[in-house]
């Protein structure tokens, strides 16, 4: 085979945001827009180690995710890679490409997906680059990556390389005199032999043989792997996993793990005949924990809860427990935890990217978001099925229901009522006014120190007022305007940040926090919307959201 290089020219926008560049379908599909990020990738991700360098490609199986894989095998071939790892298909969870980089030292991987944007030829599409620590690429190459998109001129493609991905094996070929070879492996195997060794498998299925659990891969990436691990090995019935078969448009719907989303498995666990669900996003990362009920375990509180159980879980006995980290945004319920067992808690902006320094560091063991990611040291993403594989860890361990295992954490530690409002597919332009305004709030010198008053009386005096900036401690590069936060004296707070993932206009985040402490039952035992009514109405007033958006409402409220 030849090398050839084509020549083309810069598309705008090419700007990887809190995880890759996502954009709607059709924009992927022009001619050279997938090739020349493709290409920048490689140049900014691997420099001078280019040539000779060894991929993985995995995807979560959207529309689209084949043809990507293609074009990435041939741009990889015309540029001297040696050697691509590609899942059968193309198809591997966010995750389990994680895994599979480190596991196997590559230099790096191309993971193809929206993750929860919907998919098919008119839904998202993704493309994010990973190094060889098995994250997702830090800022400094994601900045070169759009820079060179900016300047791109041509790209080398071996374009009539065809390669089947739909067997298990290995091809090998010849390009400009050199070998290059792709490896087509199992979509799920070393990930599932990973997990078996992070946790007690005969504990867990003991466990389930008495309980009625449910989980739903809401037709994305997950299925396959919790048919395998739930059913082949724990040995439930097959019903137990619904939507698990990956379609390339997930039936149409939200491939999002939250109550607004995945209202069908809520409405199941409303009737009550199971003890326990997870639901999972379209390419595996995300996690949402229910109990008995539809009881909801928040992601602020569920990292919580696993920070004060790892215990319960055989890769933390063996390889201890350092500090851990939540993304800004996220509540403080994990650093109260931090502060009881005397570790480290950090404090990131939003995306997973800010938690690689510290575990490649070993500064931290365990990490979350409140946006349902949950991960911890054994990769560098955060990983769905990890979170439920850890949950059932607690509950086999100690024999508590889900709402009693939340009961008594918030009787030692206290409660940090947590809700989250996204105003989707607002104008570019009312989200930029929304921001200024809050700019220029926090930039009053009398905001702080002020009261804000709720329309039902409750009063919240202003302790801090500013945009969160992030010096990461570890290579020292700093990362500003990261959302503005109101934080108030007795540790509620308000945050209020525009989406780094949505693929057009603007989406407003509010995010609404108050603590309560542990003395107080009545308190801490409400219902949450109920709890966070006023804060929420001060968040709208502050912000002017209403007037600025002609919203009414959230798109969607977790
Ligand atoms: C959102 C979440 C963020 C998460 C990111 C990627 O980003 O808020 O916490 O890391 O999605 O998640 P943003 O910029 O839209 O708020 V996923 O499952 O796409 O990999
Ligand atoms: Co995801």
């Not at 994601?142 to 071996?158: D, P, Q, R, S």
């Not at 911890?376 to 769905?384: A, L, V, W």
């Amino acid at each position: 085979y030849t090398v050839e290089t084509v020549k083309t020219s810069p598309f705008d926008g090419q700007k990887p945001g809190t995880s890759g560049l996502r954009k709607a379908v059709t924009v992927f599909q022009q001619a050279h827009y997938t090739e020349n990020f493709v290409q920048a990738g490689l140049w900014a991700g691997l420099g001078d180690k280019l040539k000779g360098s060894v991929l993985l490609v995995g995807g979560d199986g959207r529309f689209f995710c084949e043809e990507a894989a293609h074009l990435i095998i041939r741009i990889a071939a015309g540029n001297g890679v040696s050697k691509i790892v590609i899942g059968k298909k193309a198809i591997l969870s966010t995750p389990a490409c994680s895994h599979i980089i480190r596991k196997y030292k590559l230099s790096g991987g191309f993971l193809l997906t929206a993750s929860h944007n919907p998919g098919g030829p008119d839904g998202d599409f993704g493309i994010k680059y990973n190094t060889d620590n098995g994250g997702p690429a830090p800022e400094g190459v994601t900045n070169k990556i759009y820079e060179l998109t900016k300047t791109i001129k041509e790209y080398k493609i071996v374009s009539n390389l065809k390669v089947d991905i739909g067997q298990l094996g290995t091809s090998k070929f010849t390009v400009g005199g050199e070998p290059f070879v792709v490896e087509v492996i199992d979509n799920t195997a070393d990930y599932v032999e990973f997990m078996k060794q992070i946790f007690d498998f005969p504990a867990i299925k003991t466990f389930l043989q008495t309980k009625r659990v449910l989980l739903n891969a809401m037709n994305g990436v997950t299925g396959p792997y919790l048919r395998k691990i739930f059913v082949e090995e724990m040995g439930l019935p097959s019903d137990s996993c619904l939507n698990c078969e990956i379609l390339p448009d997930f039936g149409g719907k939200h491939p999002d793990p939250n109550l607004t989303y995945a209202k069908d498995l809520v409405d199941i666990m409303k009737a009550g005949q199971h003890d326990f669900a997870a639901a999972f996003d379209g390419d595996g990362d995300r996690n949402m924990i229910l109990g008995h009920r539809a009881f909801f375990v928040t992601p602020c509180d569920s990292l919580a809860v696993l920070a004060a159980n790892l215990e319960s879980i055989p890769y933390f006995r063996q390889n201890g427990v350092k500090g851990f980290a939540r993304s800004m945004p996220t509540s403080e319920a994990v650093d109260k935890v931090a502060q009881r067992l005397g570790k480290d808690c950090y404090q990131t902006p939003t995306g997973w990217k800010f938690f690689g320094n510290l575990m490649d560091a070993d500064k931290i063991s365990l990490c979350g978001e409140e946006s349902f990611g949950t991960g911890s040291t054994h990769i560098r993403e955060k990983d769905g099925v990890w979170a439920a594989l850890a949950w059932l860890s607690v509950l086999a361990s100690t024999k508590k229901t889900v709402q009693d295992v939340l009961l008594d954490h918030w009787n030692i530690y206290g409660r940090n009522f947590f809700t989250r409002y996204d105003y989707e597919n607002v104008s570019s332009e009312a989200g930029e006014k929304l921001i200024a305004g809050l700019e220029a709030f926090i930039k009053n010198p009398n905001s702080k120190g002020t009261t804000l008053t709720a329309p039902t009386g409750q009063k919240y005096k202003v302790a801090v007022a500013d945009n969160f900036e992030y010096t990461d401690p570890i290579d020292g590069s700093v990362s500003k305007n990261q959302g503005i936060r109101i934080l108030f004296e007795g540790g509620s707070r308000l945050i209020f940040r525009l989406s780094g993932t949505g693929s057009s206009g603007a989406t407003i985040r509010v995010y609404v926090e108050e603590y309560v402490k542990s003395d107080n039952p009545s308190a801490y035992e409400q219902d949450a919307q109920a709890a966070l009514g006023p804060l929420v109405a001060i968040a709208l007033q502050v912000s002017k959201l209403r007037e600025l958006t002609g919203r009414d409402q959230p798109t969607v409220i977790t």
